[in-house]
C-alpha cells in the first residue's frame, strides 16, 4: 500500500508561482512513476504530468513551460514548481503513483485557486 499526501496548495494572483509537494509512504525510486493530475470543477481530472524513476518526465501541452516536476529520492517527494499561472490552472491537484505492479494510488488532493 502506497500513501500520497499533498501539500502546498493555496491562493495566488495570476502570474504568480506555488510549489505542490506529494510525500510517499515508502521509497519513491521503487514506484515506475509519479505523476499530477487535476481536476476543475465541473470538468474531469486530467494530467498535468509525469516522472518516472528514470527521472524522464512528460507534461500536458497547457503547462509546458511553466510547470516543472521534480523528484528527492531521499525525501520520497516528488515536486510541482508552478509559474505563470492563470486563473484556468484552478483545481483541485493531485498526485498519483504506480507501483511495479501497475497498481495506481492518488492522494486526497490539494486546491489551487488562481485569481485574475
Known amino acids: 500500500q502506497v500513501q500520497l499526501v499533498e501539500s502546498g496548495g493555496g491562493l495566488v494572483q495570476a502570474g504568480g508561482s506555488l510549489r505542490l509537494s506529494c510525500a510517499a509512504s515508502?521509497?519513491?525510486?521503487?514506484?515506475?512513476?509519479m505523476g499530477w493530475y487535476r481536476q476543475a470543477p465541473g470538468k474531469q481530472r486530467e494530467v498535468v504530468g509525469d516522472?518516472?524513476?528514470?527521472?524522464?518526465?512528460n507534461y500536458a501541452d497547457s503547462v509546458k513551460g511553466r510547470f516543472t516536476i521534480s523528484r528527492d529520492n531521499a525525501k520520497n517527494t516528488v515536486y510541482l514548481q508552478m509559474n505563470s499561472l492563470k486563473p484556468e490552472d484552478t483545481a483541485v491537484y493531485y498526485c498519483n503513483a504506480v507501483n511495479e505492479r501497475g497498481f495506481v494510488y492518488w492522494g486526497q488532493g490539494t486546491q489551487v485557486t488562481v485569481s485574475s
Open positions: 515508502v521509497r519513491i525510486f521503487r514506484l515506475n512513476r
Open positions: 516522472i518516472t524513476n528514470g527521472g524522464s518526465t
